[in-house]
């Protein structure tokens, strides 16, 4: 079914499109007029002033003119747009009160409507002149921060601050006029109404844009004053936490940009929901930010505490501490996500009381259906409390042979030798070799022929070793060499010397080399296997 609209609304609309349009091609001419004319004025009023190149110079404020001619005919526009919407929208016909505040203000006294249009006229051209003003004093104060050694390294920041800037200005100084022309000859206050409307949306957004570039060169600048002092007390600490620039700025973008939406629909309707909702957001916001940083500057203060002055220390005791870092920076960064939800969770109005109560209940609903997880984490307090290995202890779980990395509270890393970082589920640490206690043997096998004095081999070889033994400080005894077993190429030796924990292949390298050196200075080579391939159908001799 199709349904008609009523010859009010219809008259309404249509009264109100034709004196909005005939208002906005009136805007529009009037531009297009004074942006043409400013060009022929601008060349007389130069010519008569005799400055030099003043076409050229006419050119360039004929442009610059224009561009401010188009700027404060957009913002009519636009302000006549919405203004007309929101009538058409709320049936309010603009003819009639158009026409009655036309008789009452502007054609009952002609030369107080010619007073109001050369006021009109003294305002425009009072804001072209602050906005010169500003324009100068921005580019002066900008200049100076270049010149300032804090500043050097953020030209780009700056130009793009600069830029931000003297847009808020001209759009700020445009709509002030604005508001101050309507002030002498108050329209209906539904025209003013949304010309305040307007006006708060668009001093909003360009601020938080502004307050935005200013934000982000404050943390570079901050952080780069930090990192040049890295010797003081305190501000070392500051730069340690240059890895929260990147979330600084975008906790500042969301803080801004949130705060202007918040403050226009403050005033836009004050006290209402929308309002409410993004101080809320506010709140949130710098609730997860705080918890961040905090998460940032415990671990720090924990790495602080137990890894400082390691000269101090053993070496098994900073092991033991580089174990335990990562155990209390996980713990503590849980204790501050579950505070932080909660605070979270507060602030949106929910009843935390029934979630904290009901924890317990939970923790063992999560235990009965999380196995596994909770095998692990118990697995791993265990690893943990009965120092099986350590951070940086050479180990094997399973097939995995590598170097402890981190001992987590749920998973093991460990790098093997090619480099690869195995992640092992603690409750799947069943059987564990460690080659980082006390000592472990570095072994090297070798063969001599029959033919040769194998105990006279072995004891130059013993010495030898015994000469070369200053040279490898792992060694924490004379090598050992034992007849291993006696086969069809020759005798098996195998050489025994007892190493530091984790350097048994660095050893077994040394050793090979000292024993193929003395071995041939000694005229013994090695029994070698010597195989015969025979063509087919050959017989052999």
Known sequence: MIKTVAPMTAA??????????????????????VSRQSGRLLRVALRLVRAPDHEALAATLASRA?????????VVGIALICAGVSLTMYEIDCAPRLWAWAEASLLRDPMATLRLALSVLGVALGAVVVHRFVRVVAHYLIAGLRRNAAFAHHDAQLATLLERLLLTLRWGIALGAAGLCVALAPPPEIVVRALETVTIIALGVLIARTMIVIAHL????????????????????????????????RTLDYFFFVGAATWIFDQINPGGRMSELGLIGIRIIALVYAGRVLIEVFELFVRELLLADPDKRSEAENQQRLTLVPVASSILRYAIYFCMTV???????????????????LGLAVGLGAQAFVGDVVSGFFILFEGLFLVGDRVRVGDVVGNVEEIGVRVLKIRDEAGVLHCIPNGEVRSIANHARLYVNALVEFRLPYAADVAGVLAGLKAHLAAFRPRCPDLLEDPEFVVQDLQDTGVLIRCVARVKPGRDDATCELLRAGLLTALVAAGVAPQACHVVVLPNGAAPR
């Open 12 to 33: 309404t609309l249509l009264n109100n499109a034709l004196i909005f349009g005939a208002a906005l091609f009136l805007v529009i001419a009037t531009a297009l007029i």
């Open 66 to 74: 224009s561009r401010a001619i188009v700027v404060v005919a957009t």
């Open 218 to 249: 404050a943390v570079d600048v901050v952080f780069q004053f930090a990192r040049g002092r890295e010797g003081h007390r305190t501000l070392r600490y500051v730069g340690r936490l240059e890895h929260l620039a990147g979330i600084t700025k």
């Open 343 to 361: 605070m979270a969770l507060q602030e949106l109005g929910v009843d935390t009381s029934p979630i904290l109560a009901g924890a317990g209940l």
